[in-house]
């Protein structure tokens, strides 16, 4: 069972598009954080969220936590190839250890 | 800024045979962990530590033994290798669990003929 479903799975679009991608879970958390990887490369954190209906902007990215922090959303204005990459969310379970899980990520194509 | 260095970078091995991933940080980072990433299973954590002397399974560690002599350093063995072990490698460091910033590697990329 995946703890984190992350969809679309794949997204590829123009520049200049708008695009939202998700990550649903049925369990709460404790925080939330979105990192992008570029091909070759190491995933790099773009942002964490802390608190329920937490918005955080990045430039042209918004990123959204939900209000029962079991979701979260990045929504991407007018994208540019520049922000092609697989988007992955990573979330902390309350309680227990903290670890932290991936969800399976989201693989977005810009095309110029 | 070294930050997390993997080597190597590729390798191909043949059934059975073993081999270590070494992963140094230049951060002093108390935590540290590996990850394996496979196409369309995102990244699963196979070994982590919280400190020297200290490691813990994650949720795929069957076939790697990790160790963690120094706070630097977290090498992973892959013991007698198998092709379901193909996939690229990530070794990661952050500062605590949970919310802190995960710093990760570039990846080793690793084949099992």
């Known amino acids: 069972t995946q703890l984190l479903e992350q969809s679309p799975q794949f997204l590829s679009i123009q520049e200049g598009e708008n695009l939202t991608v998700y990550c649903n879970s049925s369990?709460?958390?404790?925080?939330l954080q979105w990192y992008r990887q570029e091909p070759g490369e190491g995933p790099v954190l773009l942002v964490t969220v802390v608190t329920g209906g937490e918005v955080k902007k990045l430039k042209r990215l918004t990123f959204q936590f939900g209000d029962a922090r079991k979701d979260s959303s990045l929504h991407i204005t007018a994208a540019q190839p520049g922000d092609t990459g697989l988007y992955l969310c990573?979330?902390?379970?309350?309680?227990?250890?903290?670890?932290?899980?991936f969800g399976k990520g989201t693989k977005l194509t810009v095309n110029p | 800024n070294a930050g997390v260095t993997q080597t190597p970078k590729f390798q191909v091995l043949k059934t059975g045979q073993s081999m270590t991933l070494q992963c140094a940080q230049d951060m002093n980072h108390e935590y540290m962990s590996w990850y394996r990433q496979d196409p369309g299973m995102g990244l699963r954590l196979i070994h982590y530590?919280?400190?020297?002397?200290?490691?813990d399974q994650g949720e795929v560690p069957n076939g790697y033994n990790v160790s963690r002599s120094t706070t630097e350093d977290f090498p992973l063995r892959l013991l007698s290798a198998a092709p379901s072990q193909t996939s690229v490698y990530f070794c990661?460091?952050?500062?605590?669990?949970?919310?802190?910033?995960?710093?990760f590697g570039e990846g080793s990329w690793l084949t099992v003929v």
């Open positions: 990661a460091s952050s500062v605590g669990q949970g919310r802190n910033t995960i710093y």
């Open positions: 530590s919280v400190g020297a002397g200290i490691t």
């Open positions: 369990s709460v958390f404790s925080s």
């Open positions: 990573a979330a902390v379970t309350q309680g227990g250890s903290e670890k932290l899980v």
